[in-house]
């Protein structure tokens, strides 16, 4: 939102207000907790929040948190603000939009202003928090940056109890869209908050939902297909990613292919028997000269090395090689008649 955008936003707002009455705006109790911020990519300096409302002028309306310093890509505040939120509802007994805007700010110089950088902000409403619990009282999740190059996300968590006025209002439905939960968990919570929604969406917004989700269901299930024996799936590779791991997973470990498998595979067998076949015929143009042992120790040697390389290699891919199964790859010797 440009400065023009928002002056417009505000003095709409400020003017409806003005002309609601007050049996109309109902008034809240909101609790904001400023948790942490993690995905953080460079772990210098420090990070701070500031919120307001971008609909109130009150001084009350608006604050930050304390700079605090980055670890291990993460930055955390547990900041808590309890303050009185009017809101309003219109004619149709629906309660209108109330946006609280956060921006998160890094900090390299302590006190330095002309040291910092935005690297994200989040805008919620509050009306679609009137009345929501998860896991005890009210709604705590992630919320992914938005403005930003980063993949961060912000941790909040909001409580809107109502104190007076008229409780006869609908909410609306607690949007999901910029919740980051992982790609797995995306679908389970957009389907979680349509059956613990306080009012039913319409059939637009309903079937523009269920298109969105029948979308990314298929480019994942094409995604899939493509993938090799022992590879995860996309959905599944990313989470493991988020986990801490490689990608591979724990069950396909066994499966995971070695950085030298494909030397190893350049022992194929045809240019097994090519190999065999050179090496027959150098040894047969040496006796012809003196009738000598036609297995020098020189391709003995050469011989074993490969078969003892190959083998340490088949081993680690838990693959057999012709060079330890076949008998006749042994040297072998014709005595010369006396």
Excluded at 54 to 81: C, F, L, M
Excluded at 135 to 146: A, K, P, S
């Amino acid at each position: 939102m440009n400065p023009w955008e928002y002056a417009v936003y505000s003095a709409k707002t400020l003017t409806s207000t003005l002309t609601v009455p007050k049996n109309r705006r109902p008034k809240f109790e909101l609790t904001l907790r400023l948790i942490d911020l993690n995905n953080i990519p460079l772990i210098d300096g420090s990070a701070f929040a500031k919120w307001h409302l971008p609909s109130s002028t009150s001084a009350e309306h608006r604050g930050n948190t304390a700079n605090a310093v980055i670890q291990d890509h993460r930055a955390s505040w547990e900041y808590e603000k309890i303050l009185p939120v009017r809101l309003t509802v219109d004619r149709n007994q629906r309660l209108q939009e109330c946006e609280i805007y956060f921006e998160i700010i890094q900090e390299f110089t302590p006190g330095n202003r002309g040291d910092r950088q935005v690297m994200g902000n989040v805008r919620l409403n509050l009306a679609e928090y009137v009345d929501k619990h998860e896991d005890g009282e009210g709604v705590t999740r992630r919320y992914l940056l938005q403005d930003s190059k980063i993949n961060s996300t912000l941790k909040v968590g909001i409580v809107m109890r109502q104190v007076e006025g008229e409780t006869n209002f609908t909410t609306p439905r607690l949007k999901t869209a910029m919740v980051f939960g992982g790609i797995g968990g995306f679908i389970s919570a957009e389907q979680g908050d349509l059956a613990h929604s306080g009012s039913t969406p319409s059939n637009n917004s309903r079937s523009r939902d269920a298109g969105d989700l029948q979308d990314m269901y298929r480019r994942t299930l094409a995604a899939s297909w493509a993938c090799r024996p022992g590879e995860l799936p996309p959905d599944e590779l990313i989470e493991d990613i988020f986990a801490g791991g490689d990608g591979w997973g724990s069950a396909s470990r066994s499966a995971r292919p070695q950085d030298d498998y494909e030397d190893s595979t350049s022992l194929s067998d045809a240019d097994s028997r090519r190999t065999i076949r050179n090496s027959a015929n150098e040894r047969g143009a040496k006796s012809s000269f003196g009738g000598h042992r036609r297995g020098d120790s020189k391709g003995k040697d050469s011989l074993e090395h490969s078969r003892y390389r190959v083998r340490g290699r088949r081993e680690k891919s838990r693959e057999v090689s012709e060079l330890d199964l076949r008998e006749d790859l042994r040297s072998w010797e014709i005595s010369t008649p006396q």
